[in-house]
Each structure stands twice: as C-alpha cells, then as structure tokens.
C-alpha cells in the first residue's frame, strides 16, 4: 500500500463504485417516481455528481 501506484489504482476502484452506488440511489429514488420529470432527472443528476464528487474526495483523502 505504500506505492503511489497501488494507491491510484485503489482510487480509481473506489471512485467507480462510489459513483455507481450513488447513481444507483439515484435509479431507486425515480423508481419510486420522485424526479421522473426532465427537469428532476437533471437536478437528480446534479445531485448524483456533487455526492459522489465529495465521496471521491473523501476516498482520497482516507487512501492517502
């Protein structure tokens, strides 16, 4: 865990999974007919960016 390299690639893992687990919440959420309309769906996917922004962020911070 000490290689600048392992740590990117860990990095790169989790902001994968954090985006995807984020924009799974997000499908879930419309599922139950909350944001179907064009413009929910766009400030659902805003919403999505900036949460897993700060979940990549943070991901970050804790691998370093």
Avoid: P, Y
């Amino acid at each position: 865990m000490s290689s600048v390299f392992v740590k990117l690639v860990l990095w790169a893992i989790l902001s994968g999974v954090i985006f995807h687990f984020v924009a799974g919440i997000k499908h879930l959420i419309m599922d139950l007919g909350i944001g179907e309309t064009l413009e929910g769906g766009k400030n659902l996917s805003v919403a999505v960016f900036v949460v897993a922004a700060i979940g990549i962020l943070l991901a970050g911070v804790w691998i370093w």
